[in-house]
């Protein structure tokens, strides 16, 4: 049974770090394309980072340059560093993988695995 667990959200004032942390189990990380995503309250789900196999990365726009997404092979765990943290950051953050080990790597492409999310919460 797969499961992709969220940890290390929280409530930091604008400027500030967080590090979430997703740790798969009954899933390997290192061959699977892998994302970020959130969801604020009114407002549909987008991608903000996403790694595909070969460690190839790719960030919203309104991320780049402040949140880095990485995997941790040997943890089996996927990572976003959130730095220089925005009100407008402030989301429920999911991360996702795909089932299939081929394929394309894109906000559009279908995850098949989802964690429960932690919430970050930006105040200005």
């Known amino acids: 049974q797969v499961q992709l667990v969220e940890s290390g959200g929280g409530s930091v004032q604008a400027g500030g770090s967080l590090r979430l942390s997703c740790a798969a189990s009954?899933?390997?990380?290192?061959?699977?394309?892998m994302a970020w995503f959130r969801q604020a309250p009114g407002k549909e789900r987008e991608g903000v980072a996403l790694?595909?196999?070969?460690?190839?990365?790719s960030y919203a726009d309104s991320v780049k340059g402040r949140f880095t997404i990485s995997k941790d092979n040997a943890k089996n765990t996927l990572y976003l560093q959130m730095n220089s943290l925005k009100p407008e950051d402030t989301a429920m953050y999911y991360c996702?993988?795909?089932?299939?080990?081929?394929?394309?790597?894109?906000?559009?492409?279908?995850?098949?695995?989802w964690g429960q999310g932690t919430q970050v919460t930006v105040s200005s």
């Open positions: 996702a993988g795909r089932a299939s080990r081929f394929g394309s790597c894109t906000w559009a492409s279908t995850y098949s695995y």
């Open positions: 009954g899933y390997t990380s290192r061959d699977r394309c």
């Open positions: 790694i595909n196999t070969g460690g190839g990365t």
